[in-house]
């Protein structure tokens, strides 16, 4: 006990509030009174238990209440109460002289607080049934003195009715001492928000240093402005190692809580995405809207069908529990058109964790529409993911699905395509559908013959949504053609011109007329497939076989012959 007692006196000669303010200018005379005391001061009015006047040789005089200290605007109730801080430091007790909550006025800025106007105490809203502080002073051990403490403080604005928690260097004992910001400040709300679990480091003294706090005794709100460095785990803190975000909370007079959280930018499965419209919530927050922007993934077409800015956008992007996901698990999101080449529609949308890999991506589940290049009367299901790959040093995103095998229609010919898979990498500049062989096939008035697969298969488009068509490196022979008239073998080249896949063929066939048989003539052929082609229609209004004086459309015969 005595050597309990011999750490209080110290405690208290030397505490910055009282020794420093107080104790060495002698300037304490008590007035007691059984009655609250209240005081104005400008446009704030407190009042407590206890007050003391301070003589001129105090900062110019001055007073202090404390004790059930409440304060509001003049002429109004009350909105905050200043609580006791607790005694009890490191296991030995301090004098509750210094820890009542307590409110300090000076005619004169104090020298080593910086202000006129300021507080100790455990602060909450009188309204607030839950009775919880939202924000208070602390005590921290002096670094300087050996076996005494500091105490925090809130400073007072009396002119606009705010309390809040010193900026940095704006108090000269904590600065002149070496103090962190708020090592001394009791930041409760952090806790009632749920985001101490937030910080990378679980809200250390550095991490805590920039926070800010402030009651409004106006608007009877309290707001919280939390830059932080935010903890990811698994596939979420692969692409993100240091993740910057600022989390504003607000808490009513009567303690309902709301927050939000500042638009973002991140890497999700190798893409640069940026998080807008956050929600935040007790231990949680969500975007509604997160862009993947063409600014942002240069090495991406645009596929959004209205927005050319954008790859694509998606919704409810949640987080909890330190990583990233979908609010719900899945989510609609918009067609990706790939040019002429194809769409995919009626899409969902997930983002999930490889745990074998620890990196994230997405799956969408969707459906696959042939464009005006290939056609096709059926569309196809398909589950289309969307990884990391690193390239050169730098994660980028990967499309890839396996898809079953499928026959589109290709200008004239039939395409049978076997081991088609949807891929796209910017590296590659391609993002599209592949095939590791493709057979083209003859109409039945052609002959209905397949020729043997050839490999080189794409069809899709690049980073500027060109359109990109490859087969057999550009050369092929077709299946026997065989008509009513002809029959022969032709070959030639394929390639694409001005978004139109184009094929130029040539060879001998032979007449199958009677009297003529065996008869070679050679023959040329042209087969296009495109939007700017002409739909098939039948013979009598075919550009190719047009009455005299017909104007002919405004498009490309799909099929030319000589």
């Known amino acids: 006990m005595p050597r309990t007692a011999s750490f209080n006196r110290r405690i208290f000669r030397l505490l910055p509030l009282l020794l420093l303010i107080l104790g060495a200018t002698g300037a304490l005379a008590h007035a007691l009174s059984d009655a609250r005391t209240c005081r104005d001061v400008n446009q704030l009015t407190f009042c407590a238990d206890e007050i003391t006047e301070f003589a001129a040789a105090a900062n110019g005089g001055g007073f202090r209440l404390r004790g059930n200290l409440q304060i509001g605007p003049k002429g109004s109730p009350a909105v905050v109460a200043v609580d006791s801080i607790g005694n009890v430091f490191d296991g030995t007790i301090i004098d509750q002289n210094t820890t009542t909550g307590s409110y300090f006025h000076f005619n004169q800025a104090d020298p080593n607080t910086g202000t006129t106007d300021f507080l100790i105490g455990d602060v909450r809203m009188i309204n607030d049934a839950s009775g919880l502080t939202l924000m208070g002073t602390s005590v921290i051990t002096d670094p300087v003195n050996v076996g005494q403490v500091l105490i925090g403080r809130l400073f007072v604005d009396t002119v606009n009715k705010k309390i809040f928690n010193p900026a940095a260097g704006a108090v000269p004992i904590f600065t002149q001492r070496g103090i962190t910001r708020n090592a001394n400040i009791r930041l409760a709300f952090t806790s009632r928000a749920g985001a101490l679990s937030f910080y990378k480091n679980g809200g250390s003294v550095s991490e805590m240093s920039t926070v800010n706090g402030e009651f409004d005794l106006t608007t009877k709100k309290f707001t919280g402005v939390m830059p932080i460095n935010l ?55 969500e975007a509604a809207v997160v862009d993947v922007s063409k ?170 949504k060109g359109l990109v068509f490859a087969l057999a490196n550009g050369t092929i022979s077709t299946p026997e053609f065989d008509s009513s008239v002809l029959k022969g073998n032709l070959s030639g080249t394929v390639g694409v011109s001005q978004a139109t896949v184009t094929f130029v063929l040539s060879g001998t066939l032979q007449l199958k007329v009677a009297q003529n048989t065996g008869v070679g003539t050679t023959a040329n052929m042209i087969i296009r497939a495109g939007k700017t082609v002409c739909p098939e229609t039948p013979p009598a209004t075919s550009p190719i076989f047009l009455k005299p004086g017909t104007t002919a459309p405004a498009c490309l015969s799909a099929t030319k012959r000589a």
């Open 231 to 285: 903890k990811l785990q698994g596939g979420s803190a692969v692409d993100n190692d240091t993740l910057q975000l600022t989390l504003r909370t607000n808490f009513s007079d009567t303690g309902a809580f709301t927050g939000s959280v500042d638009g973002f930018k991140a890497k999700l499965a190798g893409l640069q995405v940026e998080a807008k419209n956050i929600v935040l919530r007790v231990g949680e927050f």
């Open 295 to 464: 600014a942002d993934n240069p090495g991406l077409p645009n596929l959004d069908p209205t927005d050319t800015n954008l790859v694509f956008r998606f919704e409810k992007l949640l987080y909890k529990n330190n990583q990233f996901s979908i609010g719900g698990i899945g989510t609609p999101v918009k067609d990706f058109v790939f040019g002429d080449a194809f769409s995919l529609v009626n899409q969902t949308l997930g983002l999930s964790n490889d745990t074998q890999s620890q990196t994230l991506f997405f799956a969408i589940n969707s459906t696959l529409r042939f464009g005006s290049v290939a056609t096709s009367a059926s569309n196809v299901p398909i589950s289309l993911k969307i990884s990391r790959k690193v390239v050169n040093g730098q994660p980028k995103p990967i499309f890839e699905a396996g898809l079953q095998n499928i026959s589109p229609k290709l200008g004239t010919f039939t395409a049978n395509l076997t081991g088609v898979t949807l891929a796209g990498d910017a590296a590659e500049n391609f993002f599209g559908i592949k095939a590791t062989t493709a057979a083209l096939q003859w109409p039945a008035t052609m002959g209905g013959k397949t020729a043997a697969g050839v490999g080189g298969f794409k069809l899709g488009i690049n980073k500027d």
